[in-house]
């Protein structure tokens, strides 16, 4: 079989992803395309990145045991992709470095960006700093409410933070602003985008950028055990962890990848972001993916405890994967993952993001039906002191 | 020939600028719409272009943004949309109607569905933001049969080459954004505006139409001048917003009137 080659060269992953953008964007996108392909084959821009992520970021991230975990379970042993000691916490910051070494190398002194729970946009303050960059974040009004700590770690880092009044004012709503931005200031201004969602090329770049997770893991993983894991698993808000370790696997057929969404409330309630399980196909924010949408085509509001999954659509790519059955997807819900999470805090001393748990549920979930000798590697892609407040919250304790 | 071009056509023979206002069907409420389009036609709009509501207006500035939003409170949806353009037809047969909007609510619908409702309505052209010409096949090739336009954007960054490829599929008018920005962005620089309609007319035969930044009688004017047609969007928008309910297709039509006045005093 031919080896996996997505996306085509005009960013299609068969009828998903594209470049689904008002022609005033296309002169920017087609700039970027261009300064994309050459870094990505530029040893010198490679080998500087390459330097950025083993002294800036911390790489190689370990990969963990969970012993006391997988014995309490009984079934498959379950290992943890330790993104969540990298710099600043998460996965995101993989990306991030190197969209602004980007920027950099096109001259942009000013990088904007969209954020959620205020991860990516961390993550992108951080990178603007370590480059002496201009760096506005745009940020839903609802959101900056709700992660004052975020935003106050955004400003410390010398960002500005926008909050976005339109719209349902959350995440969504952050990312229209966000191109709007660029499309006005593209001649100074480079959009950082955070997840592999957007129009061509940003879910490839995202990708690739992430994808270090999965080639360390195509190493430590033999080092550690002689062979591949039995699956693969990685929460799915817009994606851009799970590409990052499913991309490397997806020629070694025999290891399963299981993308994670947020059933929030459960799929029935209506109240979750699983894009994937409960959605249908459509176009957001430049591409062709699996949309959560009301019957008239409006894109509608979601839920989810952990507010990185919380997002109405998902990369393109995961969408390809789930119909071509490379990998699939699952739903775990709110009161899973965070039943995951103190598991996770008392067994293995590891306090997990809420986004992570979701996959650590999961894995929770199948590891007993399993044999003791099978695998599951699981990206904790993020730490969890971000989720304090909302843990306590739940357990009725207001810090 | 469609009522587009034949109606651009006998402008274009007697020597006048086409005048295309817009506004966003729902806002402020649906039964205004009617009243409104018609307002505009008597006060000398050549063609209508209706927004339809979307969630997330990713090319519109804040006032057009609003005005999708106050729509979709509304509940106004896609066949709401189309059910207006009918009803207007049963008095109007002569004034075309563009639609311009986002790909999702037309791919949910599915877009021959679409394409078919919009030939029995009466719907003459359709700009779909977000279809640039490589992503705008389907829709395209389902209008082709009917005598509807498929509407394209050209942008000051858009290279010649894709000038070239947008003139092979666009019919009807193309639409020359004048800024680079969002809807209702303020400034326009009209001696830019000549040298890019220049370099647009090189490749592009059909009408062009200028939009984005037109938001008085003297700009509308100075373009009027060097374009086929001027696209009034966010000005008109801005005039609903701040109108009573009742005296809307009045306020809108007074604006509109003035426009023609000023576009017609150009030759």
Redesign the interface.
């Known amino acids: 079989m031919k080896p996996y080659d997505m996306p085509s060269s005009d960013g299609h992953f068969g009828p998903y992803g594209g470049t689904f953008v008002s022609e005033t964007l296309i002169a920017a996108i087609e700039n970027l395309k261009k300064e994309y392909l050459f870094i990505r084959d530029d040893p010198a821009f490679q080998q500087e990145l390459a330097y950025e992520l083993k002294h800036y970021v911390g790489r190689p991230s370990p990969i963990y045991h969970a012993k006391r975990l997988s014995d309490s379970l009984g079934g498959a042993q379950i290992y943890l992709k330790r993104e969540d000691l990298n710099h600043t916490g998460a996965h995101k910051i993989n990306n991030t470095v190197g969209q602004a070494m980007l920027a950099k190398r096109m001259g942009k002194p000013r990088v904007i960006a969209e954020t959620g729970a205020g991860q990516h946009g961390v993550a992108t303050a951080t990178v603007a700093a370590r480059y002496g960059m201009e760096c506005v974040v745009y940020m839903g009004a609802e959101d900056v409410k709700r992660q004052a700590q975020n935003v106050y770690r955004m400003k410390l880092l010398g960002a500005e933070v926008v909050p976005v009044t339109s719209g349902s004012r959350t995440l969504k709503d952050a990312l229209n602003e966000a191109m709007r931005d660029w499309v006005t200031n593209v001649h100074n201004t480079f959009y950082i985008i955070g997840t592999v969602a957007g129009p061509h090329p940003y879910p490839m770049m995202v990708r690739d950028f992430n994808s270090v997770v999965g080639r360390e893991c195509l190493v430590q993983m033999p080092d550690m055990i002689g062979r591949h894991p039995d699956a693969v698993l990685a929460c799915v808000g817009g994606g851009s962890n799970a590409m990052g370790i499913f991309y490397p696997y997806i020629n070694e057929k025999e290891v399963q990848l299981i993308g994670v969404e947020a059933g929030g409330e459960g799929i029935a309630s209506g109240r979750h972001s699983a894009s994937l399980s409960a959605g249908s196909p459509g176009v957001l924010h430049g591409n062709r993916t699996y949309l959560l949408q009301d019957d008239n085509g409006q894109i509608i509001e979601t839920h989810s405890i952990s507010a990185g999954l919380d997002y109405p659509g998902v990369g393109p790519e995961h969408a390809w994967l789930k119909d071509s059955g490379r990998a699939h997807y699952v739903a775990i819900n709110d009161d899973e993952a965070l039943k995951a999470f103190h598991t996770l805090c008392r067994l293995e001393g590891i306090i997990p993001a809420l986004e992570s748990s979701h996959a650590l549920a999961h894995a929770i979930k199948i590891a007993p039906t399993l044999a003791k000798d099978k695998v599951l590697l699981v990206n904790l892609s993020g730490r969890g002191d971000k989720d304090m407040a909302t843990v306590a919250e739940q357990s009725g304790i207001t810090l | 020939m469609s009522r587009i071009e034949n109606v651009l056509s006998k402008l274009h023979a007697q020597k006048r600028c086409a005048l295309i206002p817009f506004f966003t069907v729902g806002d402020p409420d649906l039964s205004t719409c009617l009243p409104t389009m018609h307002a505009m036609v008597s006060a000398g709009a050549d063609v209508i272009e209706l927004g339809v509501p ?6 519109d ?2 006032v057009i ?1 609003r005005a999708s ?1 106050r729509a ?1 409170k509304n509940n106004v ?3 709401d949309v189309l059910q207006v353009v009918k009803e207007f037809r049963q008095t109007n047969q002569d004034t075309p109607i563009v639609l311009m909007g ?8 599915g877009v021959d569905a679409f394409v078919s409702s919009c030939h029995q309505v009466g719907v003459d052209g359709v700009l779909v ?4 010409p ?2 705008a096949q389907a829709l395209s090739q389902a209008l082709a049969p009917y005598s509807i336009d498929p509407i ?4 000051p ?3 010649d080459d ?1 000038v070239k490829e ?1 003139a092979l599929m666009a019919k009807g008018y193309v639409y020359y ?1 004048s800024l ?3 809807t209702g ?1 303020s400034h326009i620089d009209v001696e830019d505006v000549k040298n890019q309609l220049d370099r647009i007319k090189q490749h592009v035969t059909i009408p062009v139409g200028v939009g984005f930044g037109i938001r008085d009688a003297k700009t509308a004017q100075a373009i009027g001048e060097l374009a086929d047609a001027v696209v009034v969007g966010s000005r008109i928008v801005e005039t609903i917003e701040k109108s009573e309910k009742d005296s809307i297709p009045h306020e809108v039509g007074a604006f509109i009137k003035e426009l023609r006045h000023a576009l017609d005093n150009s030759l």
């Open positions: 979307f969630s997330d207006p990713m090319a500035g804040p943004q939003e979709l949806r896609l066949v986002y790909a999702n609510p037309i791919e949910r619908m933001v977000d279809y640039p490589s992503e394209f954007l050209i942008a960054t858009t290279t894709r947008i954004v680079r920005g969002v962005a």
